[in-house]
């Protein structure tokens, strides 16, 4: 997994770096809102209402731009007064179950078109950083693990000044199996401002 992310991050650089070239830039800041599937949602099924994404790209054709992508999210869920088994042990009282996702990734957008309102779809590749906590009375159990992820995204931009854009989109963040972690994924609803330069 170290490896892959080496090699995306240092393919980034390079396109970034690379001399003599004069490409249009686009940094964005977005609001967002997560939804838990499959893994996730069996420990935290509540949506996330606590997210941001920082990401920045940069043109390397016509209608192609690659660039990283940061993200965060926490999700929450308080559960009732219950018996609760967590390997040999149980437990009865409330318990409260937190997650917190960190993605990091590079990605590559291509857009249709061009206007006032322009559809993109895109696809990132990175790593997800899991931080786990589910505490019950004085006790709390933790676990942190680095996944492999994929993100598909697809959305909208609208220009609202010369530089300026509004950004929707929507993506799928997927992280696969490893070995002490079960595979999850969560659904991303995004909401943001863009930035462009050259």
């Known amino acids: 997994m170290k490896k892959i992310l080496i090699i995306a991050l240092a393919f980034a650089a390079g396109v970034y770096f690379t001399p003599g070239v004069s490409a249009q830039s686009f940094t964005s800041i977005q609001y967002q809102v997560g939804f838990p599937?499959?893994?996730?949602?069996?420990?935290?099924?509540?949506?996330?209402?606590?997210?941001?994404?920082?990401?920045?790209q940069r043109e390397v054709a016509p209608s192609i731009t690659v660039g990283?992508?940061?993200?965060?999210?926490?999700?929450?869920?308080?559960?009732?007064?219950?018996?609760?088994?967590?390997?040999?042990a149980t437990l009865t009282g409330v318990q409260y179950r937190y997650d917190n996702l960190f993605p990091m990734m590079v990605n590559a957008h291509?857009?249709?078109?061009?206007?006032?309102?322009?559809?993109?779809?895109?696809?990132?590749?990175g790593t997800m950083y899991d931080l786990r906590n589910t505490d019950?009375?004085?006790w709390t159990i933790e676990e942190k693990n680095?996944?492999?992820?994929?993100?598909?995204?697809?959305?909208?931009?609208?220009?609202?000044?010369?530089?300026?854009?509004?950004k929707l989109?929507?993506?799928?963040?997927?992280?696969?199996?490893?070995?002490?972690?079960?595979?999850f994924g969560n659904l991303n609803l995004n909401f943001g401002f863009v930035?462009?330069?050259?």
């Open 169 to 183: 989109n929507a993506k799928y963040d997927y992280a696969f199996k490893i070995k002490d972690a079960d595979a």
């Open 110 to 125: 291509y857009t249709l078109g061009t206007g006032k309102i322009v559809p993109y779809v895109g696809f990132g590749i």
């Open 37 to 56: 599937t499959s893994g996730l949602k069996d420990h935290v099924s509540k949506v996330s209402w606590r997210g941001a994404t920082f990401e920045f």
């Open 68 to 88: 990283v992508n940061f993200s965060w999210s926490t999700f929450y869920e308080r559960m009732d007064y219950n018996s609760y088994t967590s390997g040999t």
């Open 195 to 198: 930035f462009n330069s050259w």
């Open 136 to 138: 019950m009375g004085t």
């Open 146 to 166: 680095w996944h492999f992820m994929v993100s598909p995204e697809a959305g909208l931009m609208f220009d609202v000044a010369p530089d300026v854009s509004i």
